[in-house]
């Protein structure tokens, strides 16, 4: 599972084995170590009640949606699921997206559990 931020948004690629593991109900969990023992921890559960569900304490970011969208869009031909969360006046945008097949980048860039893209497609 791969994470990116940009300006108040927050990205989850997963890949065929992840998104299998999210919708049969296992949580994914991810974590970067720092030197001087801290880490940041990044989650991904289908724990979300009523709708989609973010938080940030103690060095994890815990991203929850419903099971049935996960499982839903699990099983079709989408991308992704989007969501918006009101904070302070704004929104945290929310991207759980498949992870395409990156067809040009070095080898040991390349994930075999890639969802596969079109060839005329870019890396991005």
Do not use: H
């Amino acid at each position: 599972m791969k994470l990116r931020f940009r300006n108040n948004s927050l990205r989850l690629r997963l890949n065929r084995r992840e998104v299998e593991t999210v919708a049969s109900g296992s949580a994914l969990e991810e974590r970067v170590a720092f030197p001087g023992s801290g880490s940041l921890a990044y989650i991904l559960d289908d724990n979300a009640q009523f709708g989609p569900e973010a938080s940030f304490r103690e060095g994890v970011i815990r991203i929850s949606a419903p099971p049935s969208e996960l499982k839903q869009w699990a099983g079709s031909s989408g991308i992704g699921l989007y969501f918006e969360l009101p904070v302070s006046g704004s929104v945290l945008k929310i991207a759980i997206e498949k992870d395409l097949e990156c067809l040009d980048a070095p080898a040991e860039e390349r994930d075999p559990e890639a969802f596969p893209r079109s060839p005329t497609a870019n890396c991005a």
